[in-house]
T-cell receptor, first 110, second 114 residues
């Protein structure tokens, strides 16, 4: 199983940037880094993914280190609705599945 | 983006009965779908990979005769929990791979066996 390491939990003040780190030292050269989040009792929601360049979309930014062994998901202005468990996963786009680690429980505080 | 529709969202069944969960890909074809199980305060665990027109591939430790998977069309995969017991109570989630978009997940099914 592709293994990632994330902090168990983090807090962030509402309106501030939330920076969620992830270590994926075993990532292979053709594997992407995916970020998903899961709000309580719902299915995981796709956030962003990248290979080696930094990526940005309407939800977040993804910063991948040059050696690709770690990455950071940035939510630029966290809201209460961003409270969720955030999962960092690495895998090939042609892979048949994604293996989830334990994720980071982000709590956005008013 | 691509949507995976999962039903029912909640189901309560008696011990010993069977429950079927449906997962449909809307507006796209999914030759492969994945079934996960999630216990409270735990991460998602892959149970099996559902392949259209062929047998499902089960992860180690998952009983194929208990968790029947059927993927008869390019837009529908079903998971049937047979002879359900209280320990099968869990949150079941399906997903499909969408080319160029990654993976999209259903909204999950909360199964409670009483």
């Amino acid at each position: 199983d592709a293994k990632t390491t994330q902090p168990t939990s983090m807090d962030c003040a509402e309106g501030r940037a939330a920076n969620l780190p992830c270590n994926h030292s075993t990532i292979s050269g053709n594997e992407y880094v995916y970020w998903y989040r899961q709000i309580h009792s719902q299915g995981p929601q796709y956030i962003i993914h990248g290979l080696k360049n930094n990526e940005t979309n309407e939800m977040a930014s993804l910063i991948i280190t040059e050696d690709r062994k770690s990455s950071t998901l940035i939510l630029p202005h966290a809201t209460l609705r961003d409270t969720a468990v955030y999962y960092c996963i690495h895998g090939r786009t042609g892979a048949n599945n994604l293996f989830f680690g334990t994720g980071t429980r982000l709590t956005v505080i008013p | 983006g691509a949507v995976v529709s999962q039903h029912p969202s909640r189901v309560i069944c008696k011990s010993g009965t069977s429950v079927k969960i449906e997962c449909r890909s809307l507006d796209f074809q999914a030759t492969t779908m994945f079934w996960y199980r999630q216990f409270p305060k735990q991460s998602l665990m892959l149970m099996a990979t559902s392949n259209e027109g062929s047998k499902a591939t089960y992860e180690q430790g998952v009983e194929k005769d208990k968790f029947l998977i059927n993927h008869a069309s390019l837009t529908l995969s079903t998971l049937t929990v047979t002879s359900a017991h209280p320990e099968d109570s869990s949150f079941y989630i399906c997903s499909a791979r969408v080319w160029g978009e990654g993976y999209t997940f259903g909204s999950g099914t909360r199964l409670t066996v009483v």
